[in-house]
């Protein structure tokens, strides 16, 4: 991409507020008091699976829903009842919706068309805006004779020569290959940076979500269920739910005991001790279950001694994945009545010692200032 000439499609940033926002269609409660903030020039994202209400919630932000209470405030001003065209927002939708009979730089030009802006004002702001998404050159084509990644910028340029406030993204690699992706996300990053926008991306996908956004919104069943960094989601979910969809778990069901004066979490994998301060005060929450992540823990010799710091649970390996960077073990720890319990283990390619073969008995050793007990 090129830089882009200062002044041109700039503009300030602006925050968004979501209040105590309810949406239903008919009598399925899509959105549940959801209550959010975007700071100006943030980079933010809703997150969640299928049919959680992240795009329907990016919708209402746009002004194509309408929510049943509460309200949608942007730069401070109450946007909740105005059409879409007067809220000053751009929006990316994840067909691109591209004109196919209309050149490039007719597809880029309609919104400044509907205007009715200068066409010495429109050509300017056209070739900047194809110029900043690397597409300079291509304004005689159509949609059909350019790439998906190309596709894309199309859309992309088309909303930001606008100069909206607010830049919306609604799944927009999902029709991207993987290496295109990772390309194309990047470029959006830059763009978002470059032009200060305030954006959010919904996506279901946690790598897309995790390398280019500031904050992400983690969403189930229309309801807000953490927001944060992506670090301090992946480092600290507030639930289960958050910390599996926020990357791979290990999740162990039992309940809390003691063992001398140190809290521990009883298992049918075996008793795993708790870091200072991971017993909460009162009843536990619902459904507490011990979590930690593959990589926090590494496999050894049966009778190899024990770090400090780790505590130990015997077991078989049962299969062994290859993922590039990162060997996968999945390991089967004897519990009582026969019934096994599975554990990942994740080791960096190049570093699992010899012989780590399906069927060897090893020992897995977790570092127990990396579990977490959550609930539900």
Known sequence: MTALAVGTIATPSVDIAIEHVDLWYGSNHVLHDVNLRIEPGEFFAFLGPSGCGKTTLLRLIAGFNQADRGRVLIG??????????????????????????????????????????????????????????????????????????????????????????????????????????????????ELQQRLGLTAIFVTHDQEEANTICDRIAVMKDGTVQQVGAPTALYDAPKNLFVAGFLGTTNTLAGHFGRGG????????????????????????PPGAKLVFR???????????????????????????????????????????????????????????????????????????????????
């Open 76 to 189: 401070g001003r109450d946007v909740s009842g105005l059409p879409p065209w007067k809220r000053d927002v751009g929006m990316v939708f994840q067909s691109y919706a591209l004109w196919p009979h209309m050149t490039v730089e007719q597809n880029v030009a309609f919104g400044l068309e509907e205007r009715r802006l200068p066409r010495q004002e429109i050509r300017k702001r056209v070739a900047a805006a194809l110029d900043l998404v690397g597409l300079g050159g291509l304004e005689k084509r159509r949609p059909a004779q350019l790439s998906g990644g190309q596709q894309q910028r199309v859309a992309l340029a088309r909303t930001i020569v606008v100069e909206p406030k607010v830049l919306l993204l609604d799944e927009p690699l999902s029709n991207l290959d993987a290496k295109l992706r990772g390309e194309v996300r990047r470029e959006l990053r």
């Open 261 to 284: 004066a140190a809290a521990v979490f009883e298992t049918a994998a075996g008793t795993i001790p708790l870091p200072a301060g991971a017993r909460p005060g009162g009843e536990p």
């Open 294 to 376: 593959p990589h926090h823990a590494v496999l050894s010799h049966p009778d190899a001694p024990l770090a400090e710091g780790r505590t130990r649970l015997p077991g078989t390996i049962r299969f062994k994945e290859f993922l590039g960077a990162t060997e996968r073990y999945g390991i089967a720890i004897p519990g009582p009545a026969a019934a096994d319990t599975e554990i990942l283990v994740d080791l960096t390619h190049g570093t699992a010692p010899a012989g780590l073969d399906p069927g060897t008995a090893v020992a897995v050793d977790i570092a127990t200032d990396r579990v977490l007990v959550l609930g539900e």
